[in-house]
C-alpha cells in the first residue's frame, strides 16, 4: 500500500509512512500531563476574545468540548463559522475534512486552525481524487458518465466535493441524503455515491424504495472497480467502497445483545452504521437527530445508541434520568477525533496570542471554488 499521495502527511515534518500518520507539531506543545493546562486554555481563549471563534464536533473530548463556542455536526459548524466573519480566527475541533469545509465557507481573511494536522478522518481517506478520477473514466468507458452524477457525503476532502462541483453533482449530509439524492435522480439515471457506501445504500432501499440489487460497490482498489460493464450499466446506486471505522464496528449481534441486556430499549443508531445494523434498529438518524431524539425521550426510557462514544457518554451524563447505553459493549472512539486533546488545543490558541497561525487549513482557490458550487447546489435543496 503506498502511503505517499495522502494529504496529511505533506503536511507536517519527519513524515513516516508506515505509521499511521507520522506527522508532529512542531513547536513547544505542552506535555498532556500539564496541570496547568486548563488555565492556559481559559486565559488564552480570554486574551483573544472575539478574534477567535471555536467549533466543538459532538465527537470530540470533554475537555475540549468545554472550549467551544459552539458545539455540532460538521455541516453546522461550518455555516457557524461562515456567520462570524468578524473573527479572524477560526480553531476548528474536529477532523481535517471538516477544517476544509469551514476554510470554503468563511471569508478569506479568515483563518482556519486545526490543532493537529493528524487529525484526519478514515472515511475522508478512502476516496482519494486519483481513484475519483479512475473510476469516472471507468464509467465513460462504460458509455454511462453522461447520465451518472456525483453526490459525495460531507465526509470527504475538498478535492472530492470539487470533484462533484465540475461533474454536474453535489454533497449531502447525513440529514439530507434522501433530498440530495432524489435531487441527482432528477438530474440522471445513476448515482456515484462516495465514500461511505452504508449511508448511500440505506438512504437508496430504506428511504427511497430502490432494491438492493440496484446497488453495486465499486471498489477502488480492483481493475474496473471490480465489476463487470453489465454490472455498471444495470446499477442505479454506484457505491464507494468505503466506511466509516467507528460507525462500521457495530454489528447485528451487538443489536441482538442489548435487547437481551436492557428489556425494553429502544436502539438509535447512525446511518453509517451497516444495512444489516440499522435494519435490526428501531431508529435511524444523523447526529443532530440522535441528539434531539434523547432530548425529547420521556424519563425512565431505556436507549441503545450506536454512535462514536465520545457524544454517547456525553448524552447519558446529560440524560440522568433516562438509561442511555452504548450500542457495542466494547469502546470505540473515533481515533482520529481525539488527536485534538488539550496540549495541542493550548499550543494552537497560545500561538494565535502571540499572533501565530500554527496548522492553517488552506484550500487551493480552484478547489474552494467548484467545491463551493456541489456545496451550493446542497444548500439550494429543499427543506
Ligand atoms: S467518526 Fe468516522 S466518519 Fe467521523 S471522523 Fe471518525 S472515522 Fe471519520
Known sequence: MTTVDLPLLV????TDPRSERGV???GDLPPASDPDLVERARAAKAALGSKVFVLGHHYQRDEVIEFADVTGDSFKLAREAAARPEAPYIVFCGVHFMAESADILTADHQRVVLPDLAAGCSMADMARLHQVEDAWEVLEDAGIADVTVPVTYMN???DIKAFCGRHGGAVCTSSNAKTALEWAFEQGEKVLFFPDQHLGR???VLKMGFELDDCVVYDPRLPGGGLTTDQLRDARMILWR???SVHGRFTPECVDEVRERVPGVTVLVHPECTYDVVTKADLIGSTEY?????????AGSSWAVGTELNLVQRLAAHHPDKQVTFLDKTVCYCS????IDLPHFVWAMENLVEGQVVNPITVDPDTTHWAKVALDRMLALPG
Not at 441528539?291 to 425521550?297: G, H, Q
Open 11 to 14: 503536511l507536517g515534518e519527519g
Open 24 to 26: 508532529h507539531c512542531p
Open 156 to 158: 470527504s476532502s475538498a
Open 202 to 204: 440505506n438512504t437508496a
Open 242 to 244: 468505503g466506511h466509516c
Open 290 to 298: 440522535i441528539i434531539k431524539t434523547l432530548d425529547e425521550a420521556p
Open 336 to 339: 482520529t477525533m481525539n488527536r
